[in-house]
Nanobody
Framework: QVQLVESGGGLVQPGGSLRLSCAASGSLFRVNDMAWYRQAPGKQRELVAAISTGGTTTYTDSVKGRFTISRDNAKNTQYLQMNSLKFEDTAVYYC??????????????WGQGTQVTVSS
């Protein structure tokens, strides 16, 4: 069984910073592409940032220049550094990873979600 465990959400003032972490564990052979999604109340879940196995990154336009996705392959962990946070960044953030299990089948897994609230 494979799990993604997130940490790092919380309450922050506009202009502040937070760092999210997401660690994969369990019966995995390799972690492939990883990503962060978010879902605000009344809105659809959207892709925030993604990072390939080789480190290629993509971002949604609204976070470019403010958020940085990274990964530590040795720890099977990805991070989302969020700077210059805005009210509209308030959402539940979910990590996602495509993982090759020890049975050599690949599946998409999701973290439990962590709340990020930007408020003064």
């Amino acid at each position: 069984q494979v799990q993604l465990v997130e940490s790092g959400g919380g309450l922050v003032q506009p202009g502040g910073s937070l760092r999210l972490s997401c660690a994969a564990s369990g019966s995995l052979f390799r972690v492939n592409d990883m990503a962060w999604y978010r879902q605000a109340p009344g809105k659809q879940r959207e892709l925030v940032a993604a990072i390939s196995t080789g480190g290629t990154t993509t971002y949604t336009d609204s976070v470019k220049g403010r958020f940085t996705i990274s990964r530590d392959n040795a720890k099977n962990t990805q991070y989302l550094q969020m700077n210059s946070l805005k009210f509209e960044d308030t959402a539940v953030y979910y990590c996602n990873a495509n993982i090759l299990t020890i049975s050599f089948r690949a599946f998409d897994y999701w973290g439990q979600g962590t709340q990020v609230t930007v408020s003064s």
